[in-house]
């Protein structure tokens, strides 16, 4: 469905083409697909996953469908990793719909996080751009457009495609879920780790302070953005870090990394 030349200035003509196909497909399960293909017209990328976020409930993943499409590291992102993501958390803190880099959404020192190097960087990209919008009071459709070493990173006149036919793409995604929203729903997981897993995490082994602190870390802030995050020192912020691995019994982020999906876990078994 794609090639590998660079998406230039599309043309009114094409654009209204495209949105027209797009329009005549928001009642029918092959909306995605065809959303892709309208996409690519717009903006390279290597990948492409369509993800709904609701709170107190897992992501569900709407495209691709087909598990033989599904790497097992989307899995595990799907599952108990996307509590660290920055597109999660970037949406849980209430950011306006739109088109977003993801090097715009992320914390300063994400790429030195366990959760990027175990998990996200699996994924193998170089960019990856993000078309947020909401459906309901609480639901999220985030589509994640991914581009891999070989193409680099997203041009400014890809950008501006997208941020061109955001409107249409933001109002047809939405007919899309109220036309489609039940055929998803029921394939919902009905729970899964809650928004407070972060907050519980080292409950009792931890201060509320240093349980704050440790779920930054985590999603990729740096002691001086914890710091400025907090309104502390960054001094102050190592002293805690130090504290954190002392009573916890670990000196690597890794470690924490492990013991946080074991809470995960411990979380799901709750609710089975």
């Known amino acids: ?114 959760y990027y190097q175990s998990c996200y960087q699996k994924f193998d990209l170089v960019d990856e751009i993000n078309i947020l919008v909401d459906l309901d009071k609480n639901t999220t459709c985030a589509v994640s457009l991914g581009r891999k070493k070989t193409i680099g990173s997203v041009r400014r006149t890809e950008l501006n495609n997208l941020k061109t036919v955001f409107p249409m793409l933001e109002a047809l995604i939405g007919q899309f879920w109220m036309a489609q929203a039940g055929e998803f729903i029921e394939r919902a997981p009905s729970t899964g780790p809650l928004k407070h897993a972060l907050k519980t995490f080292a409950q009792g082994v931890l201060t509320t302070r240093e349980q704050e602190i440790l779920g930054l870390l985590l999603k990729g802030h740096s002691s001086k953005s914890i710091a400025n995050e907090l309104g502390i020192s960054a001094g102050t912020v190592k002293v805690h870090r130090k504290n954190i691995h002392a009573r916890l019994d670990t000196s690597t982020q890794s470690e924490i990394f492990t013991l946080f999906l074991s809470h995960l876990d411990a979380l799901d078994r709750e609710v089975v």
Do not use: W
């Open 1 to 114: 469905m794609q090639t590998n030349t660079l998406r230039g200035q599309l043309g009114l003509s094409e654009i209204m083409k495209d949105l027209a196909t797009l329009t005549c497909h928001v009642r029918v399960p092959s909306f995605p697909s065809v959303l892709e293909g309208v996409l690519s017209n717009l903006c390279y990328f290597d990948t492409i996953i369509v993800v709904t976020y609701k709170k107190a409930l897992k992501p569900l993943l709407i495209y691709p469908s087909d598990p033989a499409e599904q790497s097992q590291t989307l899995r595990t992102y799907l599952n108990q990793a996307y509590l660290l993501d920055p597109v999660f958390n970037s949406i849980q803190q209430g950011i306006a719909p739109g088109i977003y880099r993801l090097v715009d959404m992320a914390p300063d020192s994400f790429e030195e996080t366990e």
